[in-house]
Each structure stands twice: as C-alpha cells, then as structure tokens.
C-alpha cells in the first residue's frame, strides 16, 4: 500500500512540474517574411533587410548544400507549422516566431508583443548563427565587431533614427 502511494506522489508531482513547464515554454509558430512584409514594407524595414546578405542566405548555398542538415540551420529560419521550410535569414530568425504577436492589436503594443514572443534582438542573438560553428573557409579570420555588425548587418532602423 505504502509504495503504491509513493508512487503515485512520484507521478502527481511529475504530471505537475511537466504541466507548468509546457506552460512557461509556449511554443511560438514560425510564419515566414511575406507575413511581415504587409505592414513593415513602409517603415522601410522590409526593403532595407531585402538588400542585406541575410536575405540571400539560401541562395549562398549550393543545391548539395541545401539538402545538407550541416548547413541548413544557419542559413534559413524555421519551419512553419505546415512544415514549410523559411529559407534565408528571415525577420524570425532575429526577432522569433510571429504567429501570436503578428496581428495588429498585439503589435502596436511592445509590452504584449513581447509576451507573445517578440524579441529584440542584442549580440546574444547574432551568436546563434556567427560563432565558431561556421565552417572555417567562410568564418571571418578577424575577431568578432558586432558594433560594426550591427551597423551593417540589419536592415534601417527607421523609428530608433527618428528618436534620436
Ligand atoms: C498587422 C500588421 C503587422 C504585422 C503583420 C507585423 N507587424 Fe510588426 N509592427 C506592427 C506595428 C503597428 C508596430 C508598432 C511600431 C510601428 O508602428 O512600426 C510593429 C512593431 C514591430 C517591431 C518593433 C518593436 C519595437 O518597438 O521595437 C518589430 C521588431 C516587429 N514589429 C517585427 C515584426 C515581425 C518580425 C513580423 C512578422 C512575423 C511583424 N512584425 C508583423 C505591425 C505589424
Ligand atoms: C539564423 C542565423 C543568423 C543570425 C541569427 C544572424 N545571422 Fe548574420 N549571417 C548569417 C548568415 C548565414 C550569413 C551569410 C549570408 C550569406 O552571405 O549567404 C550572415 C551574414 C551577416 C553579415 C555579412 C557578413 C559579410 O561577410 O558581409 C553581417 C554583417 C551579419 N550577418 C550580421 C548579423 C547581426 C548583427 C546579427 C544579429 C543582430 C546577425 N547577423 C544574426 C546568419 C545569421
Ligand atoms: C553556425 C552557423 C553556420 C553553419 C552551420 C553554416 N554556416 Fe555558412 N555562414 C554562416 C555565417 C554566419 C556566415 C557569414 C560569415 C561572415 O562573413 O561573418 C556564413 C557564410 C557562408 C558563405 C559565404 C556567403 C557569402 O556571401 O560569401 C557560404 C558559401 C556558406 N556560409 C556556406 C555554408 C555551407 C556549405 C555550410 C555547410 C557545410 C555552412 N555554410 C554552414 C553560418 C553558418
Ligand atoms: C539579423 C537580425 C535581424 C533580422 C533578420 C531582422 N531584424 Fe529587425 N531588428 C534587428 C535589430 C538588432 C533591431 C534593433 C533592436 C533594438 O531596438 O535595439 C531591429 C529592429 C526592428 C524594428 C524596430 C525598428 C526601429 O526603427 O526601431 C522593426 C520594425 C523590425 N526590426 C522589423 C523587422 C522585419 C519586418 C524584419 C524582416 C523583414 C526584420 N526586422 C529582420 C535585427 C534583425
């Protein structure tokens, strides 16, 4: 009889902790750029990101390349919750999956975009992709610059311009 009960504490406390946990993790949904693109084409977001290398990522690839999971991650954004593969280094990829901050109501609000995934990307970011996992023959032989980076990296930052 004792154990039994033990057990089933066991279980009742790992059904909890497994609830919670699911709870805090919420998995957000990748979208794709065409979404983002209807409304962050006039603030010049969109347009700039298209001129960046970010943009071409994929085509960088060669078709040997594309199919290789080595170099698949780094050089697209996710998978849609179709299973449609995001290609290139796409707004997701710096700012997460937007398919619960994505609709007007909850964008026009940081705070509540933030809680529903919208991250402002910092150098942290960056460092998924530019470390030393990049293979060697493409990986910058100088250190690191992500003040520079940043500046050449992104696309416009129209708003944070117009603060100044
Ligand atoms: C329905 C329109 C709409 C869609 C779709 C949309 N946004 Fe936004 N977004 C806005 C609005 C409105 C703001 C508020 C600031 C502004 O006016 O540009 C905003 C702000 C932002 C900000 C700036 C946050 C800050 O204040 O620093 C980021 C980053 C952003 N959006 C990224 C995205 C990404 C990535 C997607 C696609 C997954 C996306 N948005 C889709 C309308 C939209
Ligand atoms: C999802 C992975 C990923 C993330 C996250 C990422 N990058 Fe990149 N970045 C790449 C890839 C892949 C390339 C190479 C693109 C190409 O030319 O094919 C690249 C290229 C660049 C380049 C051009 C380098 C050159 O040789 O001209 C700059 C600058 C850059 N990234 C800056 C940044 C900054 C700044 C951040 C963070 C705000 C960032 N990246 C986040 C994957 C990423
Ligand atoms: C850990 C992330 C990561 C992985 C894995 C990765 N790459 Fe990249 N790749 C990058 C980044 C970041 C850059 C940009 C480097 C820079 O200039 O700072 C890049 C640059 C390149 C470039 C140069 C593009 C240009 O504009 O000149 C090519 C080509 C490339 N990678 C091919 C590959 C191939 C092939 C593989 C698989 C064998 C691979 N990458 C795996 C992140 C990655
Ligand atoms: C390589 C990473 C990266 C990618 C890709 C990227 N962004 Fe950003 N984005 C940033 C960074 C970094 C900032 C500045 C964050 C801050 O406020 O410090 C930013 C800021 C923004 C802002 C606020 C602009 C302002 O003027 O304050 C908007 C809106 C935005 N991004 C939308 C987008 C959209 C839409 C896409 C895709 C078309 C995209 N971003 C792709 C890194 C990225």
Known sequence: MKRIAVV???????VFLTS???AEEKKHEFV??????????KDNTHPTWLETKHAKA????DSAAQKNPDCVGCHSTGTTAAGELLTGVQCES???????YKSMAIMKDLAKAMENGLLIPDSTTC????NDKVPEEF???EAYNWAKM?????HALPAKAEKK
């Open 127 to 130: 460092m998924k992709c530019h």
């Open 20 to 22: 919670f946990l699911s």
């Open 94 to 100: 710096c700012h997460g999956a937007g398919n619960d």
């Open 8 to 14: 089933f504490v066991i279980f009742a406390a790992f």
């Open 139 to 141: 990986r910058p032989k």
């Open 58 to 61: 994929w085509e960088s690839l």
């Open 32 to 41: 794709g750029v065409d979404k983002c693109k209807i409304c962050h084409k």
């Open 150 to 154: 940043m500046e050449t990296g992104i």
